[in-house]
DNA sequence: CAGGGGAATGTTACCGGTAACATTAAAATA
DNA sequence: TATTTTAATGTTACCGGTAACATTCCCCTG
């Protein structure tokens, strides 16, 4: 059939115009005369002609398209934080190519090169690894790039991280407002900088308030479900039972409430409970769980922006540092309902040493 | 700095060659000679020249990108399918581009323009929307495309779905071989494909093992843990209590578990419960729930497969059509341990008519 | 009315690869 | 040895846009 893609020529000719008076036509470029423009693009609308996107990005040498790198695309958090970098990105006439590591090593490095060659004007990294040899090269040749929640020892880098002391701190704060004293905490492995800061965050806490640190009441493990609820066990067999238990994420939280239940308890009458990171199934569960929002969606957000000045601007440098304050989510898992202004702390003081640990993620 | 990129011309003259035999050499074209060859790649990697992408792309009219439209990137299910989808691309050195709709039409169009854009050679579709202009449009150009887990109406197409009548025969199979004779369903709302074929499979196992219909043993309501706990309540206060519920998803199976907890009974001595999806959620719970697989992960493969077999066969019909066959996953949610071969009976002959209403996908 | 200036359009080159055809040199054959 | 064949490499054009510079034409001004 005739179904010999058009060109920009073709239609010139149609047109008899240069090919160059539809190039500009199809720019908006000032400089065509009203009428020739109307000319031109009712050409190109009857004969439905679409410019060649290929042609276009080898002659514009911008291709508006992101490289997304993220280690598990199964996991919600990183879903999430995909779906803010894809609907800013949308906005601003970008599109995102993603791919997931699996904390593979190897795969990134294949999946860096598959993407350099589908021609990415930038990219993100939301993978966990800390050293990663082809990341670090992409770095050295100021090749525009963004990290989420995580950061490269000792390279300067953008970046877009949360500050999980600050968060943990708060939660925590918020149990003391609610008058609990005996707070325990079960928190993801220490090798993780998130477990270790938030770790943190609840001792600066307990010592802004001068209250009793027992170390009886940390109980450590893989951020899982099952780490929550043979932590619990352990906890609620102490002669000196902690009235509240902070959730070092919303995974652990839910083991919490397992132990909690099958002992027969109630959560939050007999126990509170607090967890981290607001996921879905946070606010979706019989027990509301009260835990501090990462605001996935809005990193997403914001590193897509960072990233797209980076290229449009041309920056060589990488100066944009975001660190976004963690917010709380109030619901009933503590007794909100029932506790409200039972008391209400204020510190003595103290400023609090937040975002401690960064180069350790 | 002298960071003018290298281009194969530059390479050539360093190698003494013309630029086309630098092409051969990188495209490993069996006419150079190994020697030439060896000296050509040294000087690439010594230099760490990397052909440009865009002008590859541009020349060789083929991108080597694949675009997907997903309704939800958020949603598990979508996001384990674009695993599927992702990890077959690359594994063909194909990339992904991916955007999630969200459900709304007119994202839907914006997207695939912006993926024509990004010069995609070709489109999966796992969005849920019934009759899509964008798409028909591209079907109507032969342009290729896969569907996943949906059909549009009347047109022909490449698709990939998972049986789901067969799905919630086996399943409801499954209790009737462990004994059980009063079996109620909770399911999706009437206008989804998912919910009216489980609900058409549970009917025919029904009718198959000539057990009685009771109408008030089906309950349907959105997808959700809501309608699962609203339904199980309103189940268990009837005189003639269901000894088992098959929950139209995991989400559902959810909600009944909720409620079959809060009347202080237990799964599965009191109730048997069956889910369908096998949610991440579905084997981490305490109840190990008894489930059907929707085999997202090998969707995604598969539609790949399909999809990059049609690009480079370069076929203009579309004749590929994979109808899943679901997998149950066994655990324990029946009490499949208590009640281990109780009875076994064998349907008393009849056909099932699979995959009744694909059409209404 | 010559010449300057700006608006509208045209010409040409170029981006960096690949494809098609051309050329050279060495090996095989007559 | 002349001639054909073949392997290895080279030349040129082209893909379909955009950028830079050139040209026309008309108007305005001194």
């Known amino acids: 059939m005739g179904k010999q893609k058009l060109t920009i020529r073709d239609i010139a000719k149609m047109a008899r115009v240069s090919h160059m008076t539809v190039s500009r036509a199809l720019n908006d470029d000032p400089r065509v005369r ?8 009712e050409l190109v609308n ?3 002609y679409r410019p060649d996107a290929r042609a276009r990005i080898f002659s514009s040498k911008k291709s508006h398209l992101i490289g997304l790198v993220v280690s598990s695309i199964s996991n919600p958090f990183y879903a999430e934080l995909a779906r803010g970098i894809e609907d800013k990105a949308h906005e601003q006439e970008y599109n995102v190519i993603f791919c997931s590591t699996e904390n593979k090593s190897e795969r990134t490095e294949t999946y860096v090169h598959l993407m350099m060659d589908a021609g ?17 090269k992409l770095i050295d040749e100021h090749f525009p790039l963004v990290l989420v929640n995580r950061k490269l020892r000792g390279e300067t880098c953008n970046y877009v991280v949360l500050n999980n002391v600050q968060g943990a701190y708060e939660i925590t704060e918020h149990l003391i407002n609610l008058g609990f004293e005996k ?18 965050g609840y001792q600066l806490a307990l010592r802004d308030y001068r209250m009793e640190f027992n170390e009886n009441y940390v109980i450590q493990g893989p951020f899982t479900r099952e780490t929550g609820y043979e932590g619990t066990k352990q906890l609620l067999t102490m002669k000196k039972r902690p009235e509240a ?6 995974y652990i939280a839910m083991g919490v409430i397992d132990a909690v239940e099958e002992l027969g308890l109630h959560i939050p009458e007999d126990i509170a409970l607090v967890g981290f990171d607001d996921n879905e199934f946070a606010s979706n569960q019989r027990i509301r769980l009260t835990t501090v929002s990462q605001r996935k969606y809005e990193m997403g957000n914001m590193s897509v922006q960072i990233l797209i000045d980076h290229i449009e601007r041309k920056e060589t440098d990488y100066t944009h540092r975001v660190i976004l304050e963690p917010r709380l989510i109030i619901r009933e898992s503590c007794g909100e309902k029932l506790w409200e202004k039972r008391k209400n702390k204020q510190p003595p003081g103290s400023e609090i040493e937040a975002f401690g640990s960064l180069d350790r993620m």
Do not use: C, Y
């Open 245 to 250: 238990i902070f959730g070092g994420n919303d």
């Open 34 to 41: 009203e009428e020739t423009r109307k000319r031109i693009l």
């Open 120 to 136: 990415v004007d930038g990219f993100i990294f939301a993978s966990s690894r800390l050293h990663e040899p082809v990341v670090e």
């Open 183 to 200: 707070i325990a905490i079960i928190t993801g492995t220490s090798n993780l900088s998130t477990g270790i800061d938030r770790l943190k």
């Open 46 to 48: 009857k004969l439905d």
